[in-house]
């Protein structure tokens, strides 16, 4: 069986952060505003590298989930990791936000 070729795009596109009034609410019973608002940078940032170079599918239904959940997911693991937690807690955070 072939695997799936997916085509992507390679841009300089960026959007802003879904659900962010909902990441804020549940990052407020973890951290302190000032924390909240540069941590929630570090997110948008890796969602953007991650939304420039998101698969390109024709499916509106799919396009939506991609950007709205797996790409936001994904951007707070990453962001969690580089913030020093492990990948069992990044995951386990991330899980439970979502």
Same mark, same amino acid.
């Given at each position: 069986m072939q695997p799936i070729q997916l085509e992507t795009r390679a841009?300089?596109?960026t959007r802003e952060l879904p659900? %962010?009034?909902s990441l804020r609410h549940y &990052?407020? %019973?973890k951290r302190g505003t000032a924390?909240?608002?540069a941590f929630m940078g570090r997110v948008q940032a890796v969602y953007n590298g991650l939304y420039? %170079?998101?698969p390109a599918f024709d499916n509106q239904q799919l396009r939506?989930? &991609?950007?709205n959940n797996i790409l936001l997911g994904l951007a707070l693991y990453r962001a969690l990791q580089?913030?020093?937690q492990s990948p069992a807690?990044?995951?386990t955070e991330t899980r439970d936000y979502l």
């Open positions: 841009t300089a596109e659900s %962010q009034a &990052l407020s %019973q924390e909240i608002e420039a %170079q998101r939506t989930h &991609l950007e580089a913030d020093g807690d990044a995951y």
